[in-house]
C-alpha cells in the first residue's frame, strides 16, 4: 500500500467516525436516553436487590462487595449492548439505509468502510460509558483509579462485537423492523441470560440448562472481560469468546452487505 | 473513440424465482449528454440503480462506468460516479457543511480541498449561506440541491439521479432540472435521469431510454425515438412503448 493510499483511508476513516460522534453529539435524546437507562439499574434495581442477594468472594473481587459493585461491568456491558444494537435498528429503516447506500458507495473496499463504521459507534459507546462511569464515581462506588483506562481495551472489543452483531441483524432479519421485536428477541436473552446481573454460579443453582445458556451467551463473556478489565486484570476465556464472536459476527456483517446478497434488493419491492 | 460514461451491456437481475426484473438491458450514455430514463413504476428503474452503483449483483451482463467495471473494479468504477439515490440520504441532525465534509472524506479529499470544492458546488447552487444550518430546517428542494452538491464533490464524469423530482414543486423541480442540464452542457458530465415524468424532458437536447417490464423498449436522442415509434411527441411515443403489447405496436408503427 503506497503513502497516498493510506492518506486516504486515513481522510475516510477519520470522516466516519467523526460523523458518528457528531449524530450523537446532535442527538440528545439519544445522550441521556443511554445514561438514564443504566443509572434505573443502579440506583434502583441494584439498591432494592443488594438485601436480596449476596455475592460470595470470586475473582476479580478480593472482598465481600456490594451488589452495586458487582453490577457496574453489567451496566456497562448494557450501554454497549444497547448502542449496537440501536446502530443496526436504525440502518433497518429505510431512512438510514439511505446513508447505508451512501457509505457503500465510495470507492474505498467496502469491509474497511463496515469496520469504519462499526468502530463509530464504538467510539460513541465509550464515550456513553466514560459519563456512566464519572456518574458511578460520584456516587460513591469504589473501583480502581486506573479503572478508566484498563477498561478501554475489553470496551473496544466488546463493543466491536455488539456492533458487528447489531450490523449481522440488520442486514439478516428483516421482520425486526421495531425496537420492541429487538428488545424482546435479542437484547433482553442477551441481556438476563448473562452475567451481568447475578454470577454464573447462582445460576447453577438455579438450574443446569440457564448455567449453560448464559455460559454460552458471548455478552456474558463481555461483561466478564470488563469485569476483570476493571480490576486491570484480564479473563482469559473471555477475552477468546469475545474476540473469536467478534471476528465471525464481523465476517458474517461484511458478507452481509455484499452485492451478491443484495442490500438494494428491498427498494424495488417499494418503489420502480 | 470516446469512452462512454455509463456502459451496460446485457443486464439481467432476477431476485430469486422466476420473474427477471431486468432482461437484456442494454444502452449507452455519452460524456455531456442528458438522457432520462423513463418508465412506469415497477418498469426496473430503482434495480437498474442498484446494479449500477454496485449495491447489488446482477444475475447476468455488465456494467461499465467511463470503461471501469463495476463488479470487477469497484474502486475505480465508483470514483467516476455520483449518485442522488430516490430517497433522501442527508443526515437531518448535522449541518449542511458536516454532511458534504462526511461524503468527502468517504471519497478521500482532504479537509482544506474539501472546503474549497464544497464552497464552490454550494455558490453555483445559491446555498453557501446556508452551509451552518442543519439539514432538518431545509425544505425538500434545498434538500435535493444539497445531495447533488454532494454526488458531485469528488468530480465524477457520470451522475445518477433516481426520480430526484419526487415530492418537489414544480419551481423547485424546474431549478433542478435546470442546473443539471446546465452541469452536461458546461461541464460535460453524463447524466442518467430516471423519471416517470414526461415533462422532465427537454426534446430538443436529451436522450431517452424507455424501460418498460424490465426491458429497453427504446432508446436514442428523442426525435430518433419519435421517429421510430411514428409518434410526434415523447408523451405519445411513451405511451405507446409501454402499452400493453408494446413489442407489437412498434413493429406495427415501424
Known amino acids: ?272 | 473513440m470516446t469512452v462512454p460514461a455509463l456502459e451496460v451491456e446485457g443486464l439481467r437481475h432476477s431476485y430469486g424465482g422466476n420473474r427477471l426484473a431486468l432482461e437484456d438491458v442494454g444502452f449507452r450514455v455519452m460524456p455531456g449528454a442528458f438522457t432520462c430514463l423513463l418508465g412506469p413504476n415497477g418498469a426496473g428503474k430503482s434495480t437498474l440503480f442498484a446494479l449500477a452503483t454496485g449495491l447489488l449483483q446482477p444475475t447476468d451482463g455488465r456494467v461499465r462506468i467511463h470503461g471501469h467495471d463495476i463488479m470487477q473494479a469497484p474502486g475505480k468504477a465508483l470514483a467516476e460516479l455520483g449518485v442522488v439515490f430516490q430517497q433522501p440520504t442527508l443526515d437531518l441532525d448535522l449541518t449542511v457543511l458536516q454532511n458534504l465534509r462526511y461524503f468527502a472524506a468517504l471519497h478521500g479529499i482532504g479537509r482544506r480541498e474539501a472546503d474549497r470544492r464544497i464552497e464552490t458546488e454550494l455558490i453555483r447552487l445559491s446555498l453557501f449561506e446556508r452551509r451552518g444550518e442543519k439539514v432538518r430546517a431545509l425544505n425538500g428542494g434545498h434538500r435535493r440541491r444539497v445531495e447533488i452538491a454532494r454526488a458531485l464533490l469528488h468530480r465524477p464524469t457520470l451522475l445518477l439521479l433516481d426520480e430526484p423530482t419526487v415530492g418537489l414543486d414544480i419551481p423547485a423541480r424546474r431549478t433542478l432540472i435546470r442546473h443539471v442540464h446546465a452541469l452536461c452542457a458546461e461541464d460535460g458530465i453524463a447524466v442518467l435521469w430516471a423519471t416517470h415524468l414526461i415533462d422532465e424532458i427537454d426534446p430538443a437536447t436529451d436522450h431517452v431510454v424507455v424501460l418498460h417490464r424490465g426491458r429497453v423498449r427504446a432508446c436514442g436522442p428523442v426525435a430518433a425515438v419519435n421517429a421510430e415509434t411514428g409518434c410526434t411527441t415523447v408523451a405519445e411515443s411513451f405511451d405507446r412503448l409501454t402499452a400493453a403489447r408494446p413489442t407489437a405496436d412498434v413493429e406495427a408503427a415501424a
Open chain 1, 1 to 272: 500500500m503506497t503513502g497516498r493510499q493510506l492518506k486516504i483511508w486515513g481522510i475516510a476513516f477519520q470522516g466516519i467516525v467523526a460523523r458518528e460522534v457528531l449524530r450523537f453529539i446532535h442527538q440528545r435524546e439519544r445522550f441521556l436516553g443511554a445514561l438514564v437507562r443504566p443509572l434505573v439499574w443502579l440506583f434502583v434495581f441494584a439498591a432494592g436487590f443488594r438485601a436480596a442477594l449476596g455475592i460470595a468472594i470470586i475473582p476479580p473481587y478480593e472482598t465481600y462487595i456490594p451488589y452495586e459493585v458487582y453490577i457496574v461491568p453489567g451496566l456497562i456491558g448494557m450501554i454497549q449492548l444497547f448502542n449496537g444494537m440501536q446502530g443496526s435498528l436504525s440502518m433497518v429503516y429505510d431512512r438510514e439505509m439511505g446513508s447505508m447506500r451512501i457509505l457503500l458507495t465510495s470507492p474505498l473496499p467496502r469491509a474497511f468502510l463496515l469496520v469504519a463504521r462499526l468502530l463509530g459507534g464504538v467510539v460513541v459507546s465509550i464515550l456513553q460509558v466514560a459519563a456512566f462511569l464519572l456518574i458511578v464515581r460520584l456516587y460513591g462506588i469504589d473501583l480502581p483509579a486506573w479503572a478508566p483506562l484498563t477498561v478501554l481495551p475489553a470496551l473496544l472489543l466488546n463493543g466491536l462485537m455488539l456492533g458487528a452483531l447489531g450490523m449481522v441483524l440488520a442486514s439478516t432479519i428483516r421482520q425486526l423492523e421495531n425496537f420492541a421485536g429487538v428488545m424482546n428477541f435479542v437484547v433482553f436473552p442477551l441481556f438476563f441470560l448473562s452475567s451481568a446481573l447475578y454470577p454464573l454460579y447462582r445460576m447453577e443453582e438455579a438450574g443446569p440448562l440457564l448455567w449453560w445458556l448464559c455460559s454460552l451467551n458471548p455478552f456474558t463473556h463481555g461483561v466478564e472481560l470488563i469485569r476483570f478489565a476493571l480490576y486491570g486484570r484480564i479473563d482469559g476465556l473471555a477475552l477468546a469468546v469475545v474476540a473469536g464472536s467478534t471476528l465471525l459476527f464481523a465476517a458474517l456483517a461484511v458478507r452481509g452487505y455484499s452485492p451478491a446478497r443484495g442490500m438494494g434488493s428491498r427498494a424495488p419491492s417499494a418503489a420502480g
